[in-house]
């Protein structure tokens, strides 16, 4: 299964599951205090309102995977890592 279809099936999983939506907020949120960047810049980056962004920090709801890939791009993150708290070894 490549790296995007596993992405996708966590998210998905991520959605009706508590523990992997609070695992993935976490992520999300770590990742962008670390880098200093607000809900609200972070919206305006992807083109989404300010509450979507503060829901997917505070694990209410999941990002899709394209802002997920648009956030680890930014942020300089391993997507894979980002949307299931996974590295994969070469």
Known sequence: MNRQTTNI???ERSIE???LRRTLAARLD???KRAGI???R???WLGVGEYDVHYWRHGI???PLNACIRFATVLKLDVHWLCTGQTQVA
């Open 17 to 19: 599951n508590d523990g």
């Open 42 to 44: 972070a919206a305006r």
């Open 61 to 63: 709801t999941v990002p």
């Open 9 to 11: 099936s966590y998210l």
């Open 38 to 40: 607000s809900s609200a």
């Open 30 to 32: 770590k990742a962008l």
